[in-house]
């Protein structure tokens, strides 16, 4: 390889660790907002179920590992140092598989995974008191802007024990269709019905849950191609890198 190949191979190299390092930044700050997050559906699930914890340590782990990674390959171009490529090229090549293997068991277990988030939520509207600040006053939060009542429809909330036992005609206070004439519009906690036809939205979460996700496949698939993409990238230019360096040259290495 050309002199002037290896220096253009050598600065795309460290470009591609850049990017690496910003990607592996968000990756972690997005592990971090799902472990600390209580204003979204993602805390109603974290309340109840110990997988999206350990998600959340899984992302921020390897956002951590992808920066210290993306910062090491940087140095291994600049300084062409062949250790440093090598254990990049390696190191990329487990996350790829790693990333992989974890959308294809994903994929298989997508239907467990529904079904283990549907008794969650269904297990939280039927302890529901209005009281909880974290989980409960999320979900009010996700019925007022969805616009929507319980998980599959506003008959989830007539298991509630509350609702179950009261003698009022009480419904929960954040599936309040506002286009309905009734009482007074409350955020949280439960509501009394001046008639027995409660003013509330009859389409499930589950519903605009899902039309989010169709909507936004595109995105979220796109991102993960294009991730997968740089690291392809990147570990082709770290080997021609690497096949290209005869020696090792430790003298290059910044001293501090």
């Not at 993306?70 to 190191?91: K, S």
């Not at 802007?145 to 024990?161: A, F, H, I, V, Y």
């Not at 294009?226 to 096949?243: Q, R």
Request: proline share 3%.
């Amino acid at each position: 390889m050309g002199k002037g190949c290896i220096t253009v191979t050598k600065y795309f190299l460290f470009l591609f660790n850049l990017l690496f390092f910003v990607f592996g930044a968000l990756i972690m700050g997005f592990g971090l907002w799902v472990l600390l997050d209580n204003q979204s559906f993602i805390a109603v699930l974290q309340e109840s179920s110990d997988t999206v914890k350990v998600a959340s340590y899984i992302f921020i782990g390897v956002g951590s590992l992808s920066m210290a990674m993306g910062f090491f390959g940087c140095i291994g171009a600049i300084y062409e140092i062949r250790c440093l490529l090598g254990l990049y090229f390696t190191c990329l090549l487990l996350i790829l598989i790693a990333q992989v293997t974890a959308g294809v068991l994903i994929y298989l277990q997508r239907e467990p995974l529904k079904t283990e988030m549907s008794n969650i939520i269904k297990g939280m509207i039927v302890n529901y008191t209005g009281q909880n600040r974290t989980t409960e006053h999320t979900w009010d939060y996700i019925q007022r802007s969805m616009k929507c009542c319980g998980w599959t429809g506003p008959g989830n909330w007539s298991e509630n024990l509350i609702i179950k036992n009261s003698s009022q005609n009480l419904y929960p206070c954040s599936c309040r269709n506002e286009t309905i004439p009734g009482t007074e519009i409350k955020e949280v906690g439960l509501c009394d019905s001046l008639s027995p036809a409660l003013p509330i939205y009859e389409t499930g979460c589950i519903t605009n849950v899902e039309k989010w996700l169709f909507e936004n496949c595109g995105v979220i698939l796109g991102i993960c191609v294009g991730v997968a993409v740089i690291e392809l990238l990147g570990m082709i230019l770290s080997m021609c890198l690497c096949k290209s360096v005869v020696q090792e040259d430790y003298t290059k290495v910044p001293k501090y």
